[in-house]
């Protein structure tokens, strides 16, 4: 908390800045409206404390100044001359108090605590408050499957290894094809945990913009950067005591991979602006569909803390590889959508079966599940043939099937989620300004997002 005494008395000014400092505050001090203006431009402080007559600018003058610099900033103004009209119109400007000299030591005391103890707390609503949006976001997320769905032997050999996992603290890293389900499997190892009732909390990586990757993680102290208005925990204090998910960690920024070292090491942080050391217990599972030995060797990954994630590495397989659970998997979508859009009778012929079973699937399950809604949604009749399967209706001369060029389905997808992904970077990252950009709600932009995998 820091509080810039504005007081152009060396004797008055003194004695407001001792007593500020035995309520714990760190005090910025200035004898004139210009030169505390110029304080508060280069520092951040939550209460500026100004006299009301001063040479130059005026107490109300200093007031609409500095909450042009910061909105949130909050103004005690200190006069002589006070009158009902001065503080009616200080009280208009946004002041959050006012108060006559003289005034006893107890007086000052007892009023500035008052306005500390009120943005503390209004400072401790506002973090709950995006705390719980996030939460709430993260709970009406829809898993992508529903559950772990698999009989093949490579799948049972994944579940033998997430039993031992979910044991341990150990950092995990996941290694699967973009669709394969690697958030489903690192929330499989949270749930297993004896961790399971505290936070998961999901990153994706890959999503983030590079400017703003570092405050989502580790969060940010008030006036840290520009928009920086009230501070921010980031996702790591979010998973205290949890498990956090980096997804595309391969993405990471060199610059942000030596902070996560850090984490890994010595369990503690600092927010982007701060300078108190934060400690934090959290589990870490990341995940990644690239190959980071490659990027070790072209430098864009560093090799301390590739080593420090690779203790103990999973492999999820694609599902051109467990063709045997294409059928279970298939069946399982269908019966959920069914149940969704009211049509529960809905099921796949045999010859669909086979189609299924015979695509090459370069999406992997998230490919297969969208397929499935497709189908379901498109239905004429409740059995669904091979040829209801808008993306398995041609086939190339080597005979791998192909998705039809045409498939207007398939071409709306793809520019829906170039549009997404372009708002996205024009906003450099921050989804409520690429929702009103895209004419869409921030909720239908977080299931979009999901939807899409952006997030």
Same mark, same amino acid.
Not at 82 to 97: F, K, N, P, R, Y
């Given at each position: ?60 003058q ?25 503080a ?37 609503i506002?973090?709950? !408050?995006?705390?719980n ?18 009989? !093949?032997?490579?799948? +049972? ?9 979910a044991?341990?603290? *150990? !950092? ?9 389900? +690697? ?17 998961f ?5 890959g ?14 102290? +008030? ?17 205290? *005591?949890?498990t ?27 927010r ?14 990341a995940a ?13 990954f560093? *090799? ?57 699937w ?23 043939? *091979?040829s209801?399967?808008p ?24 520019a ?11 906003a ?5 300004e ?10 239908a ?11």
């Amino acid at each position: 908390m820091k509080v810039l005494v504005i007081e152009d008395n060396d004797t008055m000014r003194e004695g407001m800045v001792q007593i500020l400092k035995k309520l714990g505050v760190d005090v910025l001090q200035a004898q004139d409206g210009e030169s505390g203006l110029k304080l508060l431009e280069g520092q951040t402080a939550e209460l500026v404390v100004t006299d009301y007559r001063m040479a130059g600018l005026n107490g109300l003058q200093v007031l609409q100044k500095a909450r042009a610099v910061d909105p949130a900033v909050q103004v005690m103004i200190i006069t002589a001359y006070g009158s009902i009209d001065l503080a009616v119109q200080a009280m208009q400007e946004g002041a959050t108090d006012f108060i006559t000299k003289p005034f006893s030591h107890d007086e000052f005391r007892m009023r500035i605590k008052k306005i500390l103890d009120d943005i503390r707390q209004n400072e401790k609503i506002s973090r709950l !408050s995006e705390e719980n949006v996030y939460l709430r976001q993260e709970l009406e997320q829809r898993f992508n499957f529903g559950e772990i769905i698999g009989s !093949s032997a490579k799948m +049972k050999a994944l579940f033998r290894t997430l039993e031992k996992v979910a044991k341990t603290d *150990s !950092s995990v890293i996941i290694y699967g094809e973009s669709g394969t389900g +690697k958030e489903l499997v690192a929330r499989a190892i949270h749930k297993s945990s004896q961790r399971a009732e505290r936070p998961f909390v999901r990153v994706n990586c890959g999503a983030l913009a590079e400017g703003i990757i570092e405050s989502e993680l580790f969060g940010h102290e +008030k006036g840290a950067f520009t928009g920086a208005i009230r501070q921010k925990k980031g996702r790591f204090e979010l998973a205290d *005591s949890g498990t956090i998910f980096l997804d595309e960690i391969g993405d990471l920024p060199l610059t942000t991979q030596v902070k996560l070292l850090r984490v890994l090491q010595e369990h503690e942080l600092e927010r982007v602006g701060g300078e108190a050391t934060i400690h934090v217990d959290v589990r870490i599972v990341a995940a990644t569909n690239r190959d980071l030995e490659k990027l070790m060797d072209e430098k864009k990954f560093r *090799s301390d803390l590739y080593y420090r994630l690779h203790i103990i590495p999973v492999y999820l397989p694609p599902l051109r590889e467990r063709r045997e659970d294409i059928p279970a998997l298939g069946k399982y979508f269908l019966k959920r959508v069914g149940g969704e859009i009211g049509s529960p009778e809905l099921s796949f012929s045999d010859d669909a079966i086979e189609a299924l079973c015979t695509y090459h699937w370069p999406g992997n399950v998230r490919e297969l599940e969208n397929i499935v809604e497709r189908c379901a949604v498109l239905a004429e009749n409740d059995l669904i043939c *091979s040829s209801d399967i808008p993306l398995l209706q041609t086939k190339n001369p080597g005979g791998t099937v192909e998705s039809d060029v045409y498939d207007l389905n398939n071409m709306l997808f793809r520019a829906e989620k170039s549009a997404i992904q372009r708002a996205l970077k024009k906003a450099s990252g921050v989804k409520a300004e690429a929702a009103r950009l895209l004419g869409i709600k921030t909720s239908a932009l977080y299931y979009k997002l999901e939807k899409f995998d952006l997030l």
